[in-house]
């Protein structure tokens, strides 16, 4: 048997392991807010003592703990790889909308139920398994692999994964990232989007509506800037030549689409512009003096919050008494790595023969919409790379999880992993 297809009889001999953790672990409420994520952590620990993989806790907050694992190869020094993912989740909602208890960790038809199964206790426990199977085998490794375990990512990842990279960097940096962020088997994410949130208030004089012409309306301004705002969607984005190249391919657009929903393709590559609120006026016949918008717009690679924010100040100055205010300052911009980086061709390849009845055709690299830690790492220039189960019901109501992905996804990490590890050392 070779040692790649002995990894595979591993992690197959185990099933019942891993699914009983899922299990254990959906069981347990990492709800954020309030985002306490301590008896998680004691699950894992126990699991990381039981395989013998010393690990240590970093909790800046202390109901906020984050796991530091790793081991070195044993074939001598070589590549650091680090695996992420995170203990918290999404807060239930409203529990009576939901069937099943939202910590039942029932399985039924296949799926596990439970909050948060898809985001991310599914992926998290892939890469645990998967880290501890490639310490089985450490033997035939060089280099060192880290594995992060961290709270805090719903919120912002303050006390997480971006604390671990300012605290504990050269633990936890690494020269390349995996993550199993719920991505949808059919695409392995490489950049993702950015998000800048701006609330404008326009201020004018007011007065009575039979009488316009004695002062103005926010609101009618309001309108008017919401127009211009929306032109901002029209802002080509000077993508770097490898990332057009690879987001320009007809099977990726294909992919981008089967796993996003109809017309993702488009929406990946440039600014989308939501105005989530409007709030302006007092009483059908007065002339509303104030109104207030707040905006959201996702850029894409190759537009940064700066050309956006000068756009914006130039519309803004166009319509009167309008003022603008960012909502989350100083945000990350747009990031991405190579999508040619050699960690893509080990998970494109390893995901498309492994997946068999899961795809009809191969995954391919693209963008995500939305965030994820990866982009902590993509700001210190170090590859991340995101693979995990469908996203589908991913913060809804009877969140469940397949488990056929739960165990395809951690293959593919293992595996990719394992490429990695073992291929020509840097
Ligand atoms: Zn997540």
Not at 105 to 129: E, Q
Request: net charge negative; proline share 6%.
């Amino acid at each position: 048997m070779s040692r790649d297809a002995e990894l595979l009889a591993l992690l197959e001999a185990e099933r019942e392991r891993q699914v009983d953790f899922l299990q254990r672990f959906a069981r347990i409420d990492t709800a954020n807010p309030p985002g306490d994520t301590r008896q998680a952590a004691d699950l894992f620990r126990a699991f990381l003592d039981k395989e013998g993989i010393a690990h240590r806790t970093e909790a800046p907050k202390a109901d906020n703990p984050n796991i530091i694992a790793g081991f070195e190869g044993g074939k001598g020094p070589g590549r650091h790889l680090v695996l992420n993912g995170h203990l918290d989740v999404f807060p239930v909602g409203d529990r009576a909308a939901w069937q099943r208890d939202p910590r039942s960790g029932d399985i039924a038809d296949g799926r596990l139920h439970g909050r948060g199964t898809v985001d991310m206790k599914c992926g998290t426990t892939a890469l645990l398994f998967a880290f501890a199977c490639l310490h089985r085998l450490r033997e035939e490794l060089s280099g060192r692999v880290t594995l992060t375990v961290v709270s805090d990512e719903e919120t912002g990842g303050k006390w997480g994964t971006a604390w671990l990279l300012e605290n504990c960097a050269s633990e936890v940096t690494g020269e390349c990232v995996l993550n199993s962020e719920p991505s949808g088997l059919a695409t392995v994410r490489f950049g993702e989007k950015c998000m800048l949130w701006l609330r404008f208030t326009i201020a004018v004089k007011g007065g009575h509506s039979a009488y316009p012409h004695t002062g103005g309306s926010a609101n009618k301004v309001a309108a008017a800037l919401i127009q211009d705002l929306l032109a901002i969607e029209k802002m080509v984005p000077d993508e770097p030549g490898t990332v057009r190249t690879t987001l320009d391919r007809p099977e990726v657009r294909a992919a981008a689409e089967l796993s996003l929903g109809a017309g993702a393709a488009e929406v990946m590559r440039r600014v989308s512009v939501n105005v989530g609120t409007i709030q302006g006026g007092v009483k059908i016949n007065m002339l509303p003096p104030q109104c207030v918008l707040e905006v959201d717009f996702r850029l894409p690679v190759g537009i940064s919050r700066a050309a956006v924010l000068a756009r914006v100040a130039e519309i803004a100055a166009r319509h009167p008494g309008t003022r603008f205010e960012e909502l989350l300052p100083g945000g990350p911009e747009a990031n991405v790595s190579d999508p040619t980086h050699e960690m893509m061709g080990h998970l494109l390849r390893r995901a498309g023969a492994l997946a068999g009845a899961l795809l009809a055709s191969p995954p391919q690299p693209i963008v995500s919409l939305g965030g994820t830690d990866t982009r902590f790492w993509r700001a210190k220039g170090v590859p991340a790379f995101v693979y995990g189960c469908s996203p589908a019901g991913m913060g809804g109501v009877d969140e469940s999880v397949s488990l056929a992905e739960f165990h395809h996804v951690m293959k593919v990490h293992a595996l990719a992993a394992w490429d990695y590890l073992t291929s020509a050392r840097s």
